[in-house]
């Protein structure tokens, strides 16, 4: 198997650690791959650049970063700005109208999706941004089946936020669909 | 779905080894990135009948373990940096007075309060000699979740068997990091119980008298037998002692029972040592990063290996004189300025011949970071 190196980034708050995690989580419980998370962030509840490395595979991981990332998903202009010089050529490149301007010339599949809005439109809550961009990733790659990660959100969120969630993830995953 | 297959922080799985060996009392405060620890012991141990305290500050957290554990109970603290400076004068203390806990030092990058969510592995000589005073001291560390288990369960082990505080020496990395770890079943490691005296009510106890093997018996503090327990130079009674030959004897002691039994407590791994010209020397997460190096060139048929220190102290001496006898180079890993390089080139015959890959920025060394000072050794400049 390819190993997949995944790199979330954003701003603190938005969930992209949480994202990244039930991912990895999903593919180590729920189909028997190998992976790893890591995640660097500063000192600070919410706002600063938060970044999640995850790395999938079928052998043994030892170094648990990730320097070139295959997919790259910016959820800020500041992690845009910061990590697109980053993304393995050839590599896919997912950001979100509402937060980023793209403007940069990358060596990579580029995809600009409305997930943001579609949360906003169709669910209300921005709480699930991060479920939905999950969702969105899910549908435009197939590193791991959508039912290994709907396992892991019945594990992870409290019952009365599951069918928000849910719904969240099948709208993103139907947007991945549409702009593979 | 196999239950006991996890997919866990290193903080956690560290809860989740010492809750196997039986812990039952946990007092912290919290500190990044350490934190985890705390959390899962708040939300586990009461489920258990357990007892969780969090106290007002990093002293008084290791000063209600040490009181916790004369009573009898397993116990732990977990810290960074800056609460592991705190706690060096009771560390002191348990130490001296030879009451077994566990101590965790995930460490940060940076000194002082340096960079709280970073990592750094600059604290190795804080724990051998962070606290005054002539001491020996086992520091363990570990560098993926299976074996920060195992080794979490072999410090609770050694705390019991020798009586004394053990620390285990975590990063950043291997602390936040997540990846899959198979939980043992009870049973699967053997653990060490304390060693509880065998004299009676009413009979004269002397706590500080040690068996013929060394071991220390203890009686749980606030049970049969009334006796005192001191950080000052104390004879077999536990009482003050200002008697040369007491207090020699006590020093001795407290250092031989570590140092003696080195071969004992040391811990490592080694990968591609038989037929290696340039071995690698590294611990906790850096490991992981000179592992990567090691299984590449591998590849390519270099013969280049890696022995990954799980004891750091006492340091494993003729370990690593035996596995260094035959390299041509040896490159110590570390993400500090030196604190192992300094242990590795007491050991081998030819101390100019062993070189540093360090980074001291708060960054995790990459694979990139290792290979550039090999390049300079080989001499094909960076």
């Known amino acids: 198997m390819e190993r997949h190196r995944l790199v979330f980034s954003g701003s603190g708050g938005q969930g992209i650690i949480t994202a990244a995690v039930i991912l990895a989580e999903a ?66 490149l997912i950001t979100d109208t509402r937060y980023v ?19 906003m439109e169709k669910i209300g809550k921005p709480i699930v941004f991060n479920i939905c961009m999950l969702g969105a990733l899910i549908g435009l790659t197939d590193f791991v089946k959508s039912e290994s990660v709907k396992k892991v959100l019945k594990t992870r969120i409290p019952s009365d936020f599951l069918e928000i969630n849910e719904k969240a993830l099948d709208l993103g995953i139907k947007l991945g669909n549409a702009y593979k | ?9 290193g903080n956690e799985v560290c809860v989740e080894a010492a809750l196997y060996t039986g812990l039952d009392f946990f007092a912290g405060y919290p500190i990044t990135p350490s934190t985890e620890i705390m959390e899962h012991m708040a939300k586990r141990l009461p489920k258990i009948g357990g007892k969780f305290l969090q106290m007002e500050d990093e002293i008084a957290s290791l000063c209600a373990i040490i009181g916790a554990s004369l009573t009898g109970h397993k116990v732990m603290t977990a810290t960074s940096g800056p609460g592991f400076s705190l706690m060096q004068e009771a560390l002191g203390y348990a130490i001296v007075a030879e009451i077994p806990c566990v101590i965790v030092n995930v460490q940060r990058g940076g000194s002082s309060t340096g960079i709280p969510t970073h990592v750094g592995q600059g604290d190795v000589m804080q724990a051998r000699w962070g606290t005054h ?26 705390a019991e068997t020798y009586r004394t505080p053990v620390i285990l020496l975590f990063d950043e990395v291997v602390g936040h990091m997540r990846e899959r770890i198979f939980i043992p079943k009870k049973g699967e490691i053997s653990l060490v119980e304390r060693l509880r005296t065998s004299v009676k009510r009413g009979v004269d106890f002397h706590p500080y008298l040690p068996r013929e093997d060394g071991r220390l018996p203890i009686s749980d503090f606030g049970g049969v037998h009334r006796y005192n327990v001191t950080g000052l130079v104390h004879d077999m009674w536990g009482f003050p002692s200002d008697n ?16 003696n039994n080195t071969d004992k407590i040391a811990r490592y791994k080694e990968y591609y040592l038989e037929d290696a010209k340039t071995i690698l020397i590294s611990y906790g997460s850096a490991a992981r990063s000179a592992l990567h190096v090691v299984e590449n060139r591998r590849g ?13 102290w006492p340091f494993p001496h003729s370990l690593v004189q035996e596995k260094c006898a035959d ?56």
């Open chain 1, 27 to 92: 593919a180590v419980l729920h189909e028997n791959l190998i992976a790893v998370q890591t995640q660097s962030y500063g000192a600070e509840a919410r706002g600063g650049a938060t970044r999640s490395d995850v790395i999938i595979s079928d052998s043994a991981i030892y170094f648990p970063k990730v320097n070139q990332p295959n997919v790259l998903i910016c959820l800020s202009q500041e992690a845009y700005n910061k990590f697109s010089p980053i993304i393995r050529p050839g590599g896919l």
């Open chain 1, 101 to 119: 301007k793209t403007y940069m010339k990358v060596d990579a599949r580029q995809r600009e999706l409305p997930m943001y809005q579609t949360v």
């Open chain 2, 1 to 9: 779905m196999n239950e006991n297959l996890k997919f866990i922080q």
């Open chain 2, 133 to 158: 005073g002539d001491h020996a001291i086992i520091v363990m560390t570990a560098s993926n979740h299976q074996d920060v288990f195992a080794i979490t369960v072999d410090a609770f082990n050694m």
């Open chain 2, 244 to 259: 040369p030959k007491i207090a020699y004897g006590l020093v001795r002691h407290l250092v031989d029972k570590i140092q």
């Open chain 2, 300 to 312: 390519r048929g270099e013969k280049l290996g890696l022995l990954e220190l799980q004891t750091l």
């Open chain 2, 327 to 382: 390299a041509k180079y040896v490159v110590v890993v570390e993400m500090n300025t030196g604190q192992i390089l300094q242990s590795v080139k007491i050991c081998v015959d030819r101390p100019e011949r062993v070189f540093l890959a360090n980074r001291i920025d708060g960054v995790f060394i990459t694979p990139t970071d290792i290979r550039n000072i090999l390049r300079l050794i080989e001499g094909k400049g960076v």
